[in-house]
Protein backbone atom coordinates (compact mmCIF):
# COMPACT_ATOMS: atom_id res chain seq x y z
CA UNK A 1 0.00 0.00 0.00
CA UNK A 2 0.87 3.67 -0.98
CA UNK A 3 0.85 6.87 1.52
CA UNK A 4 1.74 10.04 1.36
CA UNK A 5 2.88 12.24 4.67
CA UNK A 6 3.33 16.16 4.62
CA UNK A 7 4.36 16.72 8.58
CA UNK A 8 3.50 20.10 7.92
CA UNK A 9 -0.19 21.46 7.88
CA UNK A 10 0.80 25.37 7.89
CA UNK A 11 3.96 26.78 6.41
CA UNK A 12 4.23 30.39 7.15
CA UNK A 13 7.21 32.92 5.42
CA UNK A 14 7.65 36.29 5.02
CA UNK A 15 8.03 37.52 1.20
CA UNK A 16 11.29 36.98 -0.65
CA UNK A 17 12.27 34.38 2.08
CA UNK A 18 13.58 30.68 1.17
CA UNK A 19 10.57 27.69 1.67
CA UNK A 20 10.60 24.27 1.73
CA UNK A 21 7.52 21.89 2.24
CA UNK A 22 7.85 18.34 2.80
CA UNK A 23 6.49 15.29 1.66
CA UNK A 24 7.31 11.88 2.54
CA UNK A 25 6.19 8.71 1.14
CA UNK A 26 5.97 4.81 1.81
CA UNK A 27 5.63 2.42 -1.38
CA UNK A 28 6.99 -1.25 -1.92
CA UNK A 29 7.62 -0.43 -5.74
CA UNK A 30 8.33 2.36 -8.01
CA UNK A 31 6.67 5.73 -7.96
CA UNK A 32 5.77 8.38 -10.02
CA UNK A 33 5.58 11.27 -7.65
CA UNK A 34 3.70 14.88 -8.23
CA UNK A 35 3.19 18.60 -6.45
CA UNK A 36 -0.23 19.89 -7.32
CA UNK A 37 -1.55 23.11 -5.71
CA UNK A 38 -4.78 24.62 -5.23
CA UNK A 39 -5.13 28.40 -4.96
CA UNK A 40 -8.34 29.39 -3.19
CA UNK A 41 -11.52 28.54 -4.38
CA UNK A 42 -10.47 26.62 -7.42
CA UNK A 43 -9.50 22.80 -8.09
CA UNK A 44 -5.91 21.51 -7.89
CA UNK A 45 -2.96 22.10 -10.95
CA UNK A 46 -0.27 19.91 -11.69
CA UNK A 47 2.67 21.86 -10.43
CA UNK A 48 5.61 19.49 -11.12
CA UNK A 49 6.31 15.69 -11.27
CA UNK A 50 8.65 13.28 -10.75
CA UNK A 51 8.54 10.05 -13.64
CA UNK A 52 11.86 9.16 -14.09
CA UNK A 53 15.33 10.36 -15.35
CA UNK A 54 16.71 13.25 -13.65
CA UNK A 55 15.67 13.73 -9.68
CA UNK A 56 15.45 17.58 -9.65
CA UNK A 57 12.49 18.73 -11.35
CA UNK A 58 11.62 22.36 -11.86
CA UNK A 59 8.13 24.50 -11.97
CA UNK A 60 7.83 27.46 -14.38
CA UNK A 61 7.11 29.71 -11.48
CA UNK A 62 10.40 29.08 -9.65
CA UNK A 63 9.30 25.59 -7.69
CA UNK A 64 11.80 22.74 -7.61
CA UNK A 65 11.33 19.29 -6.04
CA UNK A 66 14.39 16.49 -5.55
CA UNK A 67 13.05 12.59 -6.01
CA UNK A 68 15.45 10.87 -3.25
CA UNK A 69 14.69 7.46 -3.07
CA UNK A 70 16.70 6.21 0.06
CA UNK A 71 14.82 8.99 2.39
CA UNK A 72 11.61 8.58 0.22
CA UNK A 73 11.19 11.91 -0.15
CA UNK A 74 10.05 14.14 -2.58
CA UNK A 75 10.18 18.03 -0.57
CA UNK A 76 9.48 21.34 -2.65
CA UNK A 77 11.56 24.09 -2.52
CA UNK A 78 11.14 27.65 -3.17
CA UNK A 79 14.48 29.82 -3.11
CA UNK A 80 12.24 33.08 -2.48
CA UNK A 81 8.82 33.21 -2.33
CA UNK A 82 5.66 35.70 -3.49
CA UNK A 83 2.90 36.54 -2.38
CA UNK A 84 1.49 35.18 -5.25
CA UNK A 85 2.12 31.63 -3.62
CA UNK A 86 -0.17 32.00 -0.92
CA UNK A 87 -1.37 28.64 -1.31
CA UNK A 88 -2.35 25.02 -0.51
CA UNK A 89 0.21 22.20 -1.76
CA UNK A 90 -0.74 18.53 -2.10
CA UNK A 91 2.29 15.97 -2.61
CA UNK A 92 0.83 13.04 -4.18
CA UNK A 93 2.51 9.21 -5.42
CA UNK A 94 1.16 6.82 -7.52
CA UNK A 95 2.91 3.19 -8.28
CA UNK A 96 4.84 3.18 -11.70
CA UNK A 97 4.36 2.02 -14.86
CA UNK A 98 0.68 1.60 -15.55
CA UNK A 99 -1.10 3.12 -11.84
CA UNK A 100 -4.21 5.20 -13.01
CA UNK A 101 -5.20 6.79 -9.49
CA UNK A 102 -2.95 9.16 -7.03
CA UNK A 103 -2.55 9.44 -3.21
CA UNK A 104 -2.63 12.63 -1.99
CA UNK A 105 -1.16 13.51 1.24
CA UNK A 106 -2.79 16.07 3.54
CA UNK A 107 -1.71 19.32 2.13
CA UNK A 108 -0.15 21.79 3.19
CA UNK A 109 -0.70 25.16 3.14
CA UNK A 110 1.60 28.06 2.61
CA UNK A 111 0.93 31.58 3.46
CA UNK A 112 3.42 33.85 2.60
CA UNK A 113 3.46 37.57 4.71
CA UNK A 114 3.97 40.87 3.40
CA UNK B 1 -10.10 22.90 -24.34
CA UNK B 2 -12.98 24.04 -21.73
CA UNK B 3 -11.00 21.71 -19.03
CA UNK B 4 -12.90 19.50 -16.52
CA UNK B 5 -16.45 21.30 -16.22
CA UNK B 6 -18.64 20.49 -12.99
CA UNK B 7 -21.99 21.93 -12.76
CA UNK B 8 -23.11 23.40 -10.23
CA UNK B 9 -20.50 25.27 -8.87
CA UNK B 10 -22.58 26.28 -5.50
CA UNK B 11 -25.11 24.05 -4.01
CA UNK B 12 -27.33 24.26 -1.19
CA UNK B 13 -30.05 22.16 0.28
CA UNK B 14 -31.79 20.57 2.84
CA UNK B 15 -31.64 17.74 4.56
CA UNK B 16 -32.83 14.54 3.05
CA UNK B 17 -33.14 16.03 -0.38
CA UNK B 18 -31.43 14.28 -3.35
CA UNK B 19 -28.28 16.16 -4.62
CA UNK B 20 -26.67 15.28 -8.04
CA UNK B 21 -23.71 16.47 -9.08
CA UNK B 22 -22.25 16.47 -12.64
CA UNK B 23 -18.77 16.69 -14.71
CA UNK B 24 -17.55 16.84 -17.87
CA UNK B 25 -14.52 15.33 -18.73
CA UNK B 26 -11.63 16.51 -20.93
CA UNK B 27 -12.53 15.42 -24.38
CA UNK B 28 -10.67 12.08 -25.20
CA UNK B 29 -9.68 11.58 -21.50
CA UNK B 30 -11.15 8.17 -20.68
CA UNK B 31 -10.43 8.14 -16.53
CA UNK B 32 -12.85 10.58 -14.43
CA UNK B 33 -12.53 10.43 -10.73
CA UNK B 34 -14.50 11.49 -7.91
CA UNK B 35 -12.97 13.59 -4.85
CA UNK B 36 -14.41 15.28 -1.69
CA UNK B 37 -12.82 18.01 0.14
CA UNK B 38 -13.49 19.05 3.57
CA UNK B 39 -11.12 20.50 6.51
CA UNK B 40 -11.32 17.45 8.53
CA UNK B 41 -10.57 14.70 6.19
CA UNK B 42 -8.45 16.55 3.34
CA UNK B 43 -8.80 15.27 -0.39
CA UNK B 44 -10.27 12.21 -0.21
CA UNK B 45 -11.14 9.78 -3.45
CA UNK B 46 -14.59 8.61 -3.59
CA UNK B 47 -14.48 6.72 -6.99
CA UNK B 48 -12.93 6.76 -10.19
CA UNK B 49 -13.48 4.75 -13.87
CA UNK B 50 -11.86 3.93 -16.37
CA UNK B 51 -13.09 3.75 -19.61
CA UNK B 52 -16.79 4.25 -18.23
CA UNK B 53 -16.53 1.01 -15.69
CA UNK B 54 -15.80 2.08 -12.32
CA UNK B 55 -12.83 0.10 -11.05
CA UNK B 56 -12.28 1.43 -7.42
CA UNK B 57 -15.13 2.71 -4.95
CA UNK B 58 -14.01 2.12 -1.83
CA UNK B 59 -13.75 5.51 -1.07
CA UNK B 60 -17.36 6.04 -1.13
CA UNK B 61 -19.00 6.58 2.51
CA UNK B 62 -22.06 4.91 2.26
CA UNK B 63 -24.84 3.34 0.46
CA UNK B 64 -26.19 6.82 0.17
CA UNK B 65 -23.35 8.02 -2.45
CA UNK B 66 -23.83 6.05 -6.13
CA UNK B 67 -22.13 7.16 -9.01
CA UNK B 68 -22.57 6.84 -12.57
CA UNK B 69 -20.59 7.09 -16.10
CA UNK B 70 -23.22 6.20 -18.59
CA UNK B 71 -20.58 7.43 -21.58
CA UNK B 72 -17.50 8.88 -22.12
CA UNK B 73 -18.36 12.81 -21.55
CA UNK B 74 -20.51 12.67 -18.53
CA UNK B 75 -20.88 11.48 -15.08
CA UNK B 76 -22.65 12.18 -11.75
CA UNK B 77 -22.22 11.70 -8.14
CA UNK B 78 -25.41 11.42 -6.62
CA UNK B 79 -26.55 11.68 -2.68
CA UNK B 80 -29.62 10.33 -1.84
CA UNK B 81 -30.83 11.70 0.89
CA UNK B 82 -28.31 14.54 1.58
CA UNK B 83 -27.01 15.23 5.35
CA UNK B 84 -25.27 18.14 6.91
CA UNK B 85 -22.48 15.96 7.15
CA UNK B 86 -21.66 15.58 2.89
CA UNK B 87 -21.30 19.38 2.98
CA UNK B 88 -18.32 19.74 1.26
CA UNK B 89 -16.22 20.87 -1.94
CA UNK B 90 -16.84 17.74 -4.83
CA UNK B 91 -14.11 17.76 -7.77
CA UNK B 92 -14.10 15.70 -11.00
CA UNK B 93 -10.97 14.84 -12.50
CA UNK B 94 -9.66 12.94 -15.62
CA UNK B 95 -6.69 11.88 -17.02
CA UNK B 96 -5.47 10.51 -20.19
CA UNK B 97 -4.67 6.81 -18.97
CA UNK B 98 -2.16 4.46 -21.22
CA UNK B 99 0.45 2.52 -19.93
CA UNK B 100 2.56 5.04 -18.12
CA UNK B 101 1.12 7.75 -15.66
CA UNK B 102 -0.58 10.28 -16.82
CA UNK B 103 -1.52 13.74 -14.82
CA UNK B 104 -4.65 14.43 -13.99
CA UNK B 105 -6.90 17.71 -14.69
CA UNK B 106 -9.03 18.82 -11.47
CA UNK B 107 -12.30 20.66 -12.25
CA UNK B 108 -13.03 23.77 -10.21
CA UNK B 109 -15.38 21.95 -7.78
CA UNK B 110 -18.96 21.67 -6.71
CA UNK B 111 -19.31 23.32 -3.37
CA UNK B 112 -22.47 22.03 -1.61
CA UNK B 113 -23.71 23.07 1.75
CA UNK B 114 -26.85 20.89 3.23
CA UNK B 115 -28.53 22.56 6.12
Known amino acids: AQSVTQLDSQVPVFEEAPVELRCNYSSSVSVYLFWYVQYPNQGLQLLLK??????LVESINGFEAEFNKSQTSFHLRKPSVHISDTAEYFCAVSESPGANNLFFGTGTRLTVIP | DAGVIQSPRHEVTEMGQEVTLRCKPISGHNSLFWYRQTMMRGLELLIYFNNNVPIDDSGMPEDRFSAKMPNASFSTLKIQPSEPRDSAVYFC?????????????FGPGTRLTVL
Open chain 2, 93 to 105: ASSLWTSGHNEQF
Open chain 1, 50 to 55: YLSGST
